[in-house]
DNA sequence: TGGTTGATACTATAGACAGCATGTC
DNA sequence: CTATAGTATCAACCA
């Protein structure tokens, strides 16, 4: 049963006019009537109508969403709907998932998880990110024929610097492509909804309903000054972090800590084990240290963040930031929401990513380092306000608290001041960012959707930009942006709008002008027996690859190599004297590059990580990046050098996999990855072909696994001849994956029970 | 001489999208 | 511009 609001009432389902089958869906998850903002929000989705909702974070909003687009499936259209964050598309798509008992089929397309075009062809629904649609458009998919409902998710996000254009663009060019749209953006609270709502034609409905009340606050001595002026005092004894933990998991709660750095996180949890540890009971004791087995389950390489987190487990308590690997998150993730966790540390992924709520969110730090400034700067009030609305989990809280720790009066006054009485951020255009506008200006030009200057215009009118910013300053990098693309090859130098053949290609690949260019650049001037290393350098001077943090430490070995290899470097840095900015980003570069050689040489990640001061989550999305890259450069190879195609796929391969090439037909095999592969390379297995006469007996040996050289062989060794992959699954064989491939992190693709879904 | 203590300097700092082709209990 | 915690370095000091 949702908790609601205390003073709101419920409207019943049974009155709103949906069919009787999606009711009974939502009953069957314990949904038999509509908070308020939903219920306003009803009859314009029923209606048609363009929707702005702008409610607090788990208010709801999604339900509302999701009528949208069953209506659109039920009236013979598809529905699209847009996430930010790929943790937040499988959320989505696992929500939706209730559903398919209707008939309608949904799918996801996120980076690491994509659909052949023929299955994308029978899909009703799509959950997808902003990115990916936007290559739908750019390759004109005929899925988008159909298309009847479109719902942007978090729309505040069009105010973010590096991403908010990629959606400003996607929804503009969705509503030229099909003006009879139906649009609905769900967004948190905003100062200028009107505005936001004007631009999309939406009716807008706002609220600040919660389903579980939130109040917030300022620690300070021993107590919360809620924002309301009333105080509550918390018994003593402990520094605010216990204190607060531990009154909370008294009450049967738990807590949420947000911090400014991921040691941070992890210091937070250690120190709260001794403060959790006695406070739970005996099947919570083995809950948690349960939670601490699967990590081990998780049939991964063996990584610093996981001991650190089967150390912290058995006390209840747990760390979650970037550098986990996304197994690990997940375990953690799952600990917390089953209560087997009683408190998270965590950095500001938990913040804006998926929904994970608890009764008490505790807000350590209100700064964050800034590189630019080289120093803490105070984060936004909306960042704030964000971690805050985690606070209050349905079901379990019949209120949520929210408290910011100060470490002074006058602090305790300026917290309440600045962060909790502040008023909601403005979404604003950042479409004039030219880095955007070169990727998006070739796209439109190279999609064909935009052939002269006219239309061009047209289009950026349409913009949210257009709407409501003087168009002076666009018009003036829309020009700069242009020429550069003229320049480089890639429009063609004509009054009318015209890709070149490199041109399409760059946008078909998703790439940054910037990259392919430098990445043509390198690949042309590339000898034929180019290292791997040259080309994973050349890569990782590309912005598309963003070099891992350069230490002080790291420079003396860096331009050593430097100085080893520079004859080999595709791209060089530009001349300077010393160690100037310029050559320290360059050196950055190659530090990120021999550390996809040493993956590519098979350095266990244990070492690899702690070498480059990194963690395991690092590595695995530098490797993603790689990978993507390599697809990139391997395609600007077919066009501008076949003869080192063959090459650059090869590292591909071995980037995807983490081996060395004599290594690359054993991974093949569903359960063999860097490690296991090495191991039955060492027994004398090279390949394949001589796994296939194989005993039992040894292949097990060198697995040390009977259970995982069964499925090998297996696999191998079809009982029946054109069945070799039916029959891998066999019910006595739990599957293993391990290492598996990084970019697909062994997601958890489980079905997930109807209760999990009524928690958001 | 060897070891401890303490002042001082140094170091490091959140997060995460994209191509393509496919698969379980 | 509005920082801070952990660690390495080194000199002063003590037994």
């Given at each position: 049963m949702p908790v609601r609001g205390l003073d709101e009432a419920p409207a019943p389902l049974g009155s709103l006019g949906l069919e009787p089958e999606v009711e009974a869906i939502l009953a069957a998850q314990g949904i038999t009537s509509l908070y308020p903002p939903q219920a306003e929000a009803l009859p314009h989705i029923l209606a048609g109508r363009n929707l702005l909702l702008s409610c607090p974070t788990a208010s709801g909003k999604s339900l509302v969403a999701y009528l949208a687009l069953l209506r659109a499936v039920r009236a013979g259209r598809t529905g699209l709907y847009l996430v930010p964050l790929r943790a937040l598309g499988q959320e989505k798509a696992e929500e939706l998932g209730a559903f398919e008992p209707l008939g309608v089929r949904i799918g996801l397309s996120i980076g690491d998880f994509d659909l052949p075009a023929e299955k994308l062809e029978k899909l009703d629904l799509l959950v997808a990110t902003s990115e990916k649609a936007d290559g739908l458009l750019r390759r004109g998919s005929p899925w988008l024929d159909r298309l009847g409902c479109v719902v942007v998710d978090e729309v505040h996000l069009l105010r973010d610097p590096e991403r908010g254009p990629t959606l400003e663009v996607t929804i503009t060019r969705l509503r030229q492509r099909h003006p009879e749209l139906q649009l609905v953006a769900l967004s948190a609270t905003v100062g200028n909804a009107a505005e936001l709502g004007e631009w999309l034609d939406a009716r807008r409905v706002e609220s600040e309903f919660r389903p579980v009340p939130l109040r917030q606050g300022v620690y300070h001595g021993g107590r919360i000054l809620f924002s309301d002026l009333s105080t509550r005092a918390l018994a003593p004894p402990g520094d605010a972090m216990p204190r607060l933990v531990r009154t909370v998991i008294e009450e049967g709660g738990q807590a949420l800590v947000f911090v400014n750095t991921r040691k941070g996180s992890e210091q937070a949890a250690q120190l709260l084990t001794g403060t959790v540890r006695p406070l739970l009971t005996r099947e919570e004791r083995a809950g948690a240290a349960a939670a601490a087995a699967e990590l081990e389950g998780?049939?991964?390489?063996?990584t610093e963040g996981s001991r650190r987190l089967a150390e912290l487990l058995p006390h209840g308590v747990a760390f979650h930031n970037a550098s986990l690997t996304n197994p690990e998150r997940r375990v953690v993730e799952r600990a917390f929401r089953d209560r087997r966790l009683k408190v998270l540390a965590a950095t500001p992924t938990l913040a804006a990513g998926i929904n994970l709520p608890a009764r008490r969110v505790i807000v350590r730090d209100t700064t964050r380092y800034d590189d630019r400034l080289g120093m803490n700067s105070p984060i936004s009030a909306g960042e704030v306000q964000q971690m805050c609305g985690r606070a209050g989990r349905p079901r379990f809280d019949s209120t949520g608290e929210a408290v910011l720790i100060a470490r002074s009066p006058e602090e305790e006054e300026r917290y309440l001041d600045q962060y909790l009485s502040a008023p909601p951020e403005e979404v604003v255009s950042r479409l004039a960012a030219e880095p955007a506008l070169r990727m998006h200006l070739l796209a439109l030009v190279a999609s064909g959707d935009v052939t002269n200057e006219a239309e061009l215009e047209r289009f950026f009118a349409a913009t949210f930009y257009g709407q409501t910013l003087p168009m002076s300053e666009l018009v003036a990098k829309v020009r700069t942006v242009r020429e550069y693309l003229t320049r480089h090859g890639?429009?063609?130098?004509?009054e009318e709008l015209r890709a070149t053949p490199f041109g399409r290609l760059t946008s078909d690949l998703y790439l940054d002008p910037v990259s392919a260019l430098l990445l043509r650049e390198a690949i042309e001037k590339a000898p034929l027996g180019v290292s791997p290393f040259s080309l994973l350098a050349a890569l990782a001077q590309t912005p598309d690859l963003p070099p891992f943090y350069l230490r002080r430490g790291d420079l003396p070995h860096l331009l050593e190599r430097f100085a080893e290899e520079q004859q080999e470097l595709l791209i060089q840095p530009g001349a300077s004297d010393g160690v100037t900015e310029e050559l320290e980003l360059f050196l950055a570069g190659l530090k990120t590059a021999e550390s996809l050689e040493q993956w590519t040489d098979e350095v266990p990640v244990l070492e690899l990580t702690r070498a480059l001061g990194i963690g395991a989550g690092d590595l695995r999305s530098k490797v993603e990046d790689a990978q993507w890259l390599l697809f990139g450069l391997s395609r600007i190879a077919a066009t501008f050098r076949p003869a080192l195609r063959r090459t650059v796929d090869e590292l591909a391969l071995r980037v995807q996999y983490?081996?060395?090439?004599?290594l690359l037909d054993l991974v093949r095999l569903r359960g063999i990855g860097r490690v296991r592969g090495r191991a039955l390379y060492a027994a004398g297995y090279a390949d394949r072909e001589s796994l296939r006469a194989a005993p039992l007996a040894r292949v097990a040996a060198a697995l040390s696994s009977t259970a995982l050289a069964e499925t090998v062989l297996r696999e191998l060794r079809p009982p029946r001849p054109g069945s070799a992959r039916a029959s891998t699954g066999a019910p006595s064989v739990p599957p293993v994956q391990d290492p598996p491939a990084p970019t697909k992190g062994g997601r958890d693709r489980r079905r997930p029970s109807l209760e999990e879904y009524s928690d958001s």
């Open positions: 998780l049939g991964e390489e063996e890639f429009l063609v130098p004509t983490g081996v060395r090439t004599e």
